[in-house]
């Protein structure tokens, strides 16, 4: 079993402390909200909070126990239930959420049943075998854990739309007052990038892979992201909606939505935008957004034709290379971090925000579908979701590595997302 985020080496303690640890962050993030907002849908046409709740240990069952272990769960109906839940296409076909789905207590006493489960087989099963597809090079394992950490994130963009009365805590966020770094373009002379990942080199969702690599023009690409305050002088310019993550204040002043209290508008941190945002704002500047290949060769390529695993180099992921992690809630200001800077001096392409690019979300050449998780990039390869590269605040930093791919429609306005331009 290999993991980027263990260069020593998995242990079986080590897995059941990263289990540990990441069921300890998910618990926490539920209880920023009041008990009366579990049935809430924050954000339309998703599922309310109670599923994600189950869903979590849920698919730590389904995936690890009863499909790669061929060992029976717990409960069949909440394992059923809390698969993949409900989408419905309109409010008025939503049943009152406490007719359908269960009361907390039950819903966290399923949890600590799944949890003792996990915890027993990460201790005691065979974790590793190659002729159990699900189970080749642990993929079951790391896919559970990962799962888990994609869905912390995606659980605070439906928490963060929550009105602040439904949450526990409503202090506001320091403010940054730092200068955003300046903004200059650099040129990046015309080389080869290489995407993916090699097959059985280390865990990786199916998307990763395989590697494949391409050759890129030259082009230049903007030093740092796209700030709030450079967003607001393009509003002024052509009358462009604010982004979502801008509100009004009582006296009519901009405030940014912060996660637990509005403040008001970091004008030098990054500005979080839809896909369709960024690229009107990059037209505007006669620009356009990068695609993923020349993100690829921005971060991690350099003058001598080396690659380098991080922007930074090979040092692992730490709070000094960039913003994530669970390091803030928050967008920094852009390119706070130095010592994150690609070889080419390009800032902040880890951190403080995911970067939307201009590929669309599709496989590469060599594509197979993960037994743990078939559905997992396939409901996606639809042609309208766009790759986003790097992470954000509140990504785990065991999900920081070149290979790993996001994305998301053009037009969804929730995911921690910024941008920079190319020319």
């Known amino acids: 079993m290999r993991h980027h985020a263990f260069p020593d080496g998995v242990t079986r303690e080590g897995l059941i402390d990263w289990y540990r640890a990441t069921r300890r962050r998910t618990r926490a993030l539920f209880d920023l909200i009041q008990p009366d907002a579990y049935y809430d849908r924050p954000i339309a046409l998703r599922n309310p909070v109670v599923f994600y709740e189950g869903h979590l240990p849920a698919f730590a069952v389904n995936t690890l126990i009863k499909l790669a272990l061929k060992r029976d769960g717990i409960d069949e109906r909440l394992e059923t239930l809390f698969a993949r839940g409900i989408d419905p296409e309109d409010e ?10 269960p009361s907390r207590d039950d819903v966290q006493a399923y949890g600590a049943r799944a949890d003792a489960m996990i915890e027993d087989a990460l201790g005691n099963a065979t974790l590793e075998r190659d002729d159990v597809p699900e189970l080749r090079g642990g993929e079951a394992v790391f896919t559970v854990l990962e799962h888990e950490l994609m869905h912390q994130e995606t659980l605070l963009y439906m928490l963060h739309n929550l009105p602040y009365a439904k949450k526990r805590t409503t202090s506001a966020p320091d403010v940054d007052t730092r200068a955003a770094a300046p903004q200059q373009r650099i040129a990046i002379p015309a080389g080869r990038a290489t995407l993916g990942a090699a097959r059985d080199s280390a865990f990786g969702w199916d998307n990763e892979f395989a590697r494949i690599t391409v050759d890129v023009d030259a082009f230049s690409i903007d030093a740092r992201n796209v700030t709030n305050g450079d967003y607001l002088e393009f509003m002024h310019a052509t009358g462009a909606n604010a982004p979502h993550f801008w509100m009004r204040g009582d006296n009519g002043e901009w405030l940014w939505r912060g996660l637990l209290a509005p403040v008001p508008l970091p004008l030098d941190a990054p500005v979080y935008a839809t896909h369709d945002e960024a690229a009107a704002y990059a037209r505007w500047k006669g620009a356009r957004l990068p695609t993923e290949a020349e993100y690829h060769r921005a971060a991690y390529g350099s003058p001598d034709g080396d690659e380098r695993a991080q922007p930074w180099g090979d040092d692992a992921p730490d709070a000094t290379r960039g913003n994530f992690d669970f390091a803030s809630y928050e967008p920094l200001a852009a390119g706070a971090h130095p010592r994150g800077a690609s070889a080419w001096g390009v800032l902040d392409l880890v951190g403080n925000g995911w970067e939307w690019t201009s590929t669309t979300f599709d496989a590469f050449p060599g594509f197979q579908a993960m037994p743990s998780y078939l559905p997992y990039s396939t409901d ?30 053009p037009n969804y306005p929730f995911v921690y997302a910024t941008f920079r331009c190319v020319y």
């Open 92 to 101: 008025a076909a939503v049943k009152n959420p406490t007719d359908l789905w």
């Open 380 to 409: 996606f390869f639809d042609g309208a979701h766009y790759v986003m590269k790097g992470a954000s605040p509140v990504t785990a930093r065991e999900l920081v590595r070149r290979s790993f791919r996001n994305w998301f429609r």
